[in-house]
Structures are given as structure tokens and as C-alpha cells.
């Protein structure tokens, strides 16, 4: 299983952008999957994580941020909506082959770089 990101791009501050991951070859289909952002001088944040039980967002993109998956096509979304200069930063998507409660992720892509200008 390896995570493939998508869909990244420098946006100005208000628009919108759609984020995938494809997650090949990944059987677990109720367990969690997620978003997470590598901010310059910052650690690692969880975005967004989604499993058969829950979603869970970070407050900060509460209300603007949507993840959601197509099993079809193997692939998890992060539809970002009313982007912010501080949303800028490196997603990556990453797998489990648990529940999101234990935030456990075996499996990491790359990541997509997504920068917003004021």
C-alpha cells in the first residue's frame, strides 16, 4: 500500500482546491485514513481523519475543509474550501490498518504542496 497525493497547487487566499489520495491497493475499508500538513518551522498537524465510525477535523478547518472517500476508486479526498494563508503547507495522506481512535498510521505518501498567497 502506498499512498499517492494529488492536486496540490499556489492558489490565492479565498479560492478552493481539491486534494486526492489514492490508496491502492488498501483493503481495510472502515478503518482511518487522513490528512496531515508539514508547515515550515511547524510539526506535523492532523488535518482531517475518517474512518466507518467518525470524522474528525482540526478546528481550524472546521466548516471549510471536507474529507471523504470513493471506495470505487480507491481514493480519499480533501475538498478545501475558503483557503487561508496559513493552510499552506505540505498534505500528505496516510492509511491504518486500525481505527482513527488509536492514530496509528502504517502507511505514508509523499505529500502535495498547496500554497496560498494573501
Known amino acids: 500500500v502506498q499512498p499517492v497525493e494529488s492536486g496540490g497547487d499556489s492558489v490565492q487566499a479565498g479560492r478552493s482546491l481539491r486534494l486526492s489520495c489514492l490508496v491502492s491497493?488498501?483493503?481495510?475499508?472502515?478503518?482511518?485514513l487522513g490528512w496531515f500538513r508539514h508547515a515550515p518551522g511547524k510539526e506535523r498537524e492532523e488535518i482531517a481523519v475518517i474512518d466507518a465510525d467518525t470524522t474528525t477535523y482540526q478546528d481550524s478547518v472546521k466548516g471549510r475543509f471536507v474529507i471523504f472517500k470513493d471506495y470505487h476508486k480507491d481514493t480519499l479526498y480533501l475538498q478545501m474550501s475558503r483557503l487561508k494563508s496559513e493552510d499552506t503547507g505540505m498534505y500528505v495522506c496516510a492509511a491504518s490498518r486500525d481505527y482513527c481512535w488509536r492514530r496509528q498510521f502504517e502507511y505514508w505518501g509523499q505529500g502535495t504542496q498547496v500554497t496560498v498567497s494573501p
Open positions: 491497493g488498501y483493503i481495510y475499508t472502515k478503518f482511518c
